[in-house]
């Protein structure tokens, strides 16, 4: 379902309006990536500020696709909890 969802992370609250959640997946604008987690998609992975989390290539297609960013997937990744609010489309990874 693609729409305006509010994410929940690291202590920051973001109104993403063009966001698609598909069962406990969460795909950002890889534009919006940076406002709503901090993080920059580099050649080294999904960065924030010096640390970067590599992205396993195997995996690629699940963390990246058609100019999107799978957020939930990535904290699945870090072995964060992600907690989607369906009525409310909320998110917090």
Known sequence: MTGAVTLRYDGRETR????VTRGGDLWLRIDDLSRASGRELKPEGACLGDVCVPLPAGQLDRLVAG????????????????VVDRPHRDVVP
């Open 16 to 19: 993403l309006d063009d966001a």
């Open 67 to 82: 100019g999107r960013f799978n957020l939930a997937e990535l904290a699945r990744l870090l072995e964060m909890p992600v």
